[in-house]
């Protein structure tokens, strides 16, 4: 198999092992799946999976898509301008879960691949992923599981692997305007080939492969707590900033507007319900005040 | 008084009167006012009003700023390079007014004016502004009011002063990813010198005190309009597309986040609580349907 193949089997069988997974903890619903392709000139297609007002999870979507085309949109050569004019293949799992509970986090994992062409030139490919949790109720035991879940993916590729790119996901996960992360981070990689494709695939897995592992814990754990209109209502404003940061800052959700993507696919990550209010504040001392302390960079690990 | 001065007491008085209009349309709830000033390096202020949970309007902000910094930022130089590396000030109205009732559109409204300076050089001066109306359930009485009131507004500046800026409205508002509008269009223009100062800044003028005239009209028309769940539902839905719009593609929301302006008035644009469902589409033949036929542009005033 050539490589696109190889990463194409690895990642139709990640989206259904994480899909297996979510349904396992959701319990009762199941994921619908809309198989699409792109007509026209630039060729592609996805399976886009998705959940619906199950038992635990208000909104998922896991989606698998494969895109290709005849020139990378500016979202992916702003800070690589030699690959401008390069006809490419993006393909990747991307998928977000929105819960009812406000307990429990939203959660966001993403793996993908690229290959950019240009005539004459020897094909450059590179991966990207990692994830990353947005508590609303943070409990630090659960930042705790997360992180190490996470550093147990990296370690066996290099002993800074899971500090360097849990870095990278403090810094990429941040709503500027807000001067706060989306959460608590996790891993965030990108432009990862010069561990040779063999290594970088086998870190691209281990971080697919671990996503569940990190999360469905989190889910068993906090999907019994009560919770009230209050919970509810600071849910939804809180995830105002979600749609704030996947709107106006994330790249993938830019590549895919701006690359002529499923418009639909891609905004599956955003949430079911929200409100935006003037100037909402959580009272200072209140349970809702508690989360600020988690919205910008600690070592989880350590201490 | 120099021209900073003029345009400034101008807005000023714009916004009480527009509020002054719009408290009345409503009949219950009044505006509170937020002023603020930016520290720091970088000068400005500003005087946010926000209604919230009116008799009519949900949620409603009307903004007055004037902001000062020593670079114009990208979103306000991409097409101008000239003035990268100027200082400048910028000052403006800017309203968005979401009503409960899904019969009644959401407007939005803004006015501004822009000095940028560089030394050893002329200053450059622009006004910029416009309005547009989004419906949900349309009526084509209100697109025409709408339209004929931008029309006699900016007629006495030219016989196609409405056609050109009536044509950059269709294309400013206009969500590329869903291939559709923002909503019916009205007035766009930006870059506003080559009229000289005086007839520029009266246009300014015209377009501003229009604004009231062209929406209190549908407001008093349709806010005793009957509606349901299913119109909730589906307005929620729709102010999906606002918020994409808003903060993918608004030059002003991204200029005003870029530039370190004040997040909590810039993003009161947003509405009080939508909704975003995957793939979510009206059934054919409804009355939700109805709307897809707005959402392309349209010659309201012809034939």
């Known amino acids: 198999m050539n490589m696109l193949e190889q990463v194409k089997a690895y990642l139709l069988d990640l989206q259904d092992r994480i ?12 994921f619908v799946e809309d198989a699409w392709t792109r007509e026209g000139r630039l060729g592609g297609g996805g ?8 038992a635990v ?4 979507g896991v989606n698998f898509s494969h895109v290709q085309g005849d020139q990378l949109p500016p979202a992916a050569t702003a800070s690589r301008p030699e690959l401008a004019g390069c006809s490419y293949h993006a393909m990747g799992v991307s998928l977000v879960i929105h819960p009812h509970n406000p307990y429990i986090p939203t959660s966001h994992a993403n793996v993908r691949f690229f290959i950019a062409e240009k005539e004459g030139a020897e094909p450059i490919w590179w991966f990207g992923g990692g994830y990353d949790l ?12 997360w992180h190490e879940t996470a550093k147990a993916a990296a370690d066996p590729f290099g002993e800074n692997v899971y500090d360097e790119h849990k870095r990278w996901c403090d810094e990429y996960f941040y709503l500027k305007h807000r001067e706060e992360t989306r959460g ?5 990689f990108d432009d ?17 492969d671990s996503y569940t592992k990190a999360y469905v814990p989190i889910i068993e754990k906090r ?12 849910q939804l404003y809180r995830r105002g900033r979600y749609v704030e940061f996947n709107l106006v800052f994330d790249r993938g959700t830019l590549f895919g507007l701006q690359s002529g993507g499923r418009t639909e696919s891609i905004l599956m990550s955003l949430p079911p319900l929200v409100k935006w209010g003037y100037n909402w504040q959580a009272e200072e001392g ?8 988690f919205l910008s960079p600690r070592d989880w690990l350590k201490g």
């Open 19 to 30: 899909c297996a997974d979510l349904e396992r903890a959701d319990g009762q619903a199941r």
């Open 47 to 54: 399976r886009t999976r998705v959940m619906n007002d199950g």
């Open 57 to 60: 999870i208000e909104k998922g």
């Open 134 to 145: 947005t508590p609303y109720y943070p409990f630090e035991e659960d930042c705790i599981h």
């Open 184 to 188: 608590v981070g996790g891993l965030f």
């Open 192 to 208: 990862l080939n010069e561990w040779g494709f063999e290594r970088s695939f086998a870190y691209m897995q281990a971080v697919g």
């Open 223 to 234: 999907k019994d707590h009560e919770y009230g209109e209050r919970q509810r209502d600071f």
């Open 286 to 293: 209140s349970e809702e005040a508690r989360l600020n302390a």
